[in-house]
């Protein structure tokens, strides 16, 4: 029952084309697991054992050994359930199982597997775009033991140490995606590869990426500020006797200063002259006064919307500024490539 | 009055280059006294005025001639014509004020029937602006100088003039509708040699016309 558990655990993490790439074909190892699947241990194992010395596939070869894990769990042999799950690990360090239907026995036999040898797993670059040198690519692993892991980025004729640490557990790295002098990464295929090395022993993993570049977003020229609009530059005053009475004003003073500056001796003045053209002012600053008067220059609004267009001006040439910076940017997109193999 | 119209004519395409610059016919209606109220005249004619604008500088240069008859109140009998030139160059000081400073020059035919005089004028001119192209204006000053046919003289304050003018924009201001006026007062005297003895002269100018502007 195990087995197939495992056996969905492993559809689910290779797909169902690996799946189909990756059946059992040896038949005493269906043997094997089909007594295993009937609770026939002892056959399960001998068929188990028997399998393992005969020609098998890598994936054949996991899956005896992970058998016999399952196998020696359920007959209580921890010990041997652990040697088992470690060339399990070893063949396939990527393989997980599934805690919600694997039995605890077999959980727990891998998991002191898992920290009896030394492998590097679950190596994860996570997909992401940004502004070169604005900007950073994470990747992150596991190493089941202590040991010096050195983290490194080629391809072609780059190769790039991004790391070097001593670490065990899960280890968060973050890439500016950067050579030695500063640029951003050339556009191509790479490949980042984690090296785990205590004493004798060591593991590696891979993961290839595609490094692509594009160009930085402009931003947009403003033709005005959000929240403001320019508010008209005239206005109309209000209706006012001014016109009228100025007229008056202006006709009495000329009448009354001909009367005023005219000789006695010649008689009275005439006013006639100076009444026509004096009637005639006054009749058009009546008219004037009726009138709607003429916009007037809004000197308020005219300071406002001077003080607006600087405020344009000045973020567009700040715009300007950035644009001409955006334009010498690299984005620099990273996206994992599926990987073709496993680590060693 | 000829040569003067000739140099009007001649300063047209100079005036034509400047800011702005009218011309127009006009309709002048006058009264005019002399020495006592039995030499009264009123009568009517034709005249022009030309205006000139540039900067804080402008012109009026008005030309006009009246034909004087006397009244039925008066004494006198011969009708005469006033043939005037009035040039008074401004500059604009402050606000509606303006300095002015210019010349008059009015000759009559026949020759003594009346006083043909000349005199510089000096004032000020107020201007104010009624609506959207109309203007008024109030201007006054003194006349320096005056030079009469008859002889006699006038003391400095002795000889003033006070004028009123209204210009209305027509037809987008390509059309100006004119209307102006204008008191002169001489208080000329004369002396035969028996002792100085008032002889003034009082005149008054209505002007209605329109002038193209340019």
């Known amino acids: 029952m195990n087995a197939r558990v495992v056996l969905l655990a492993v559809m689910a993490l290779g797909g169902v084309a690996t799946l189909r790439a990756q059946t059992i074909q040896n038949p005493t190892l269906r043997r094997a697991q089909q007594a295993f699947d009937n609770l026939d241990y002892r056959q399960a194992l001998s068929a188990g054992q028997a399998a393992l010395r005969e020609r098998l596939t890598g994936f054949e070869r996991a899956r005896a050994y992970e058998l016999l894990g399952f196998t020696y769990s359920g007959m209580d042999s921890i010990l041997k359930a652990v040697d088992a799950f470690k060339q399990v690990v070893l063949l396939e360090p990527e393989r997980t199982l599934d805690p919600n239907r694997t039995s605890p026995k077999a959980l727990s036999a891998f998991q002191v597997a898992l920290t009896q040898v030394l492998v590097v797993r679950q190596l994860v670059v996570d997909s992401v775009a940004f502004v070169g040198g604005q900007g950073v690519v994470p990747i992150r692993y596991t190493v089941t033991q202590p040991a010096r892991v050195v983290t490194r980025v080629v391809g072609g004729s780059t190769s790039l140490r991004i790391d070097s640490t001593v670490a065990t557990g899960q280890v968060n790295i973050r890439w500016p995606a950067r050579l030695p002098n500063g640029d951003p990464i050339p556009p191509g295929n790479y490949t980042v590869v984690v090296d785990a090395t205590v004493g004798q022993n060591s593991s590696s993993t891979s993961q290839p990426i595609r490094v692509s570049h594009g160009t930085v977003d402009t931003v947009a020229h403003l033709t005005s500020l959000p929240g403001y609009t320019y508010l008209p530059e005239t206005e109309v005053p209000p209706k006012s006797w001014r016109p009228m009475g100025l007229a008056l004003v202006y006709t009495g003073i000329a009448l009354a200063g001909t009367s005023a500056l005219s000789n006695r001796d010649l008689g009275s003045a005439s006013l006639r002259e100076g009444g026509t053209i004096g009637a005639g002012i006054v009749l058009a600053g009546f008219i004037m006064t009726l009138k709607k008067p003429a916009p007037q220059p809004a000197r308020g609004n005219i300071l406002y919307n001077q003080l607006l267009r600087e405020q344009i001006t000045r973020r567009n040439a700040e715009i300007a500024q950035e644009n001409t910076r955006r334009r010498q940017q690299v984005a620099l997109t990273v996206a994992p490539v599926p990987r073709s193999g496993g680590s060693r | 009055m000829r040569s003067l119209a000739c140099a009007l004519v001649a300063l047209l395409p100079v005036g034509l280059a400047a800011q702005h610059v009218a011309i127009g016919p006009q309709v002048a209606f006058g009264d005019y006294r ?39 109140d008066g004494t006198a009998t011969t ?93 987008h201001s390509r059309v100006r509708v004119t209307g102006d006026y204008g008191f002169q007062r001489f208080s000329r005297k004369t002396d035969d040699g028996s002792g100085a003895l008032p002889a003034p002269i009082q005149k008054s100018l209505g002007r209605v016309g329109f002038a193209i502007a340019f």
């Not at chain 2, 009517?44 to 012109?59: D, M, P, V």
């Open chain 2, 79 to 171: 009708e005469f014509d006033a043939s005037e030139v009035d040039v008074r160059l401004r500059y604009y000081i402050t606000g509606p004020v303006s300095g002015e400073l210019g010349f008059i020059n009015r000759k009559v035919d026949p020759e003594f029937e009346a006083q043909s005089v000349g005199a510089v004028t000096a004032g000020a001119q107020m201007a104010y602006l009624l609506g959207p192209g109309v203007r008024m204006a109030l201007h006054g000053g003194l006349m320096f100088g005056a030079k009469y046919s008859g002889g006699g003289t006038t003391s400095g304050l002795g000889a003033l003039q006070l004028g009123l003018g209204l210009t209305v924009d027509a037809l």
């Open chain 2, 34 to 72: 002399e020495v006592s109220s039995d030499l009264h005249y009123r009568g009517g004619g034709i005249g022009a005025k030309a205006t000139l604008e540039w900067k804080k500088f402008s012109a009026d240069i008005v030309l006009s001639k009246v034909k004087y008859k006397p009244t039925s």
